[in-house]
C-alpha cells in the first residue's frame, strides 16, 4: 500500500534517510526517492547521478528541472547513508537554503545549485527506488535499506544517531 498517496508537501520540512549502495558511475536518472519529477507535472526527487554523476542530488521540476547537488562523491558499491533535508517552503528563495545534505553522518557543506522557482507538487504518488512519470521510472540502479521519513528537519546529533544505530554496512 502507499501510504504517501495524496500526501502533499507544500509548505513542509521534510527528512529522507536511506542506506543506498549504487551500482550506477555515470549521470542520469538513479533516484532513491521522489515525486514524479516531470517538466509537465512538477514534483521533486533525490538521487545519485540525477543531476551529476556519483553526486547526491534534490531536484525539482516544472517548468523545467533544478538541482542542490552535493560535493561528495558517492562510493559506487558500497553501502552509504544519505539524509536530505527540505524545507519545501522556502524552495524558490534562490540559491541552496532550502536543502541539507548529510553521507555517512557528516553534513556535505559544498552544495551547489540555485533554487529560484517555486516547488509544484506532482499529482505522481511518492515512489522509492525511482519515479514515476508514465512511461519514464527514472529507476534507482543498486540496493536501498532502512529508509525514513520524518516530518521535521532532524538535528546534526540525530543524524549521527541514525548512522550510528545499523552502522557501516558490509
Known amino acids: ?8 508537501y507544500d509548505n513542509k520540512v521534510m527528512t529522507f534517510s536511506a542506506w543506498i549502495k549504487s551500482s550506477k558511475t555515470t549521470q542520469g536518472n538513479n ?4 515525486q514524479g519529477i516531470s517538466n509537465s ?3 521533486w526527487g533525490i ?3 540525477y543531476a551529476a554523476a556519483q ?3 534534490f531536484s525539482i521540476a516544472k517548468p523545467g528541472v533544478q538541482s542542490v547537488i552535493g560535493s561528495v562523491t558517492m562510493n559506487t558499491g558500497n ?3 544519505i539524509v536530505v533535508i527540505v524545507d519545501f517552503a522556502d524552495i524558490g528563495s534562490g540559491g541552496t537554503s532550502a536543502v541539507k545534505m548529510y553521507v555517512d553522518g557528516v553534513e556535505d557543506t559544498g552544495l551547489t545549485g540555485n533554487l529560484t522557482q517555486n516547488f509544484d507538487e506532482s499529482s505522481f504518488n511518492t515512489a522509492i527506488g525511482g519515479t514515476f512519470t508514465g512511461s519514464d521510472a527514472r529507476f534507482f540502479d543498486g540496493d536501498i ?3 525514513r521519513i520524518f ?5 546534526a546529533s540525530e543524524v549521527t544517531t541514525l548512522y550510528n544505530e545499523i552502522g557501516e554496512k558490509n
Open 79 to 81: 553501502w552509504q547513508h
Open 1 to 8: 500500500k502507499d501510504v504517501l498517496s495524496g500526501f502533499t
Open 41 to 43: 507535472d512538477g514534483g
Open 47 to 49: 538521487a545519485t547521478g
Open 151 to 155: 516530518n521535521k528537519a532532524i538535528s
Open 55 to 57: 553526486k547526491l542530488s
Open 31 to 34: 533516484v532513491i526517492i521522489g
Open 145 to 147: 535499506d532502512q529508509v
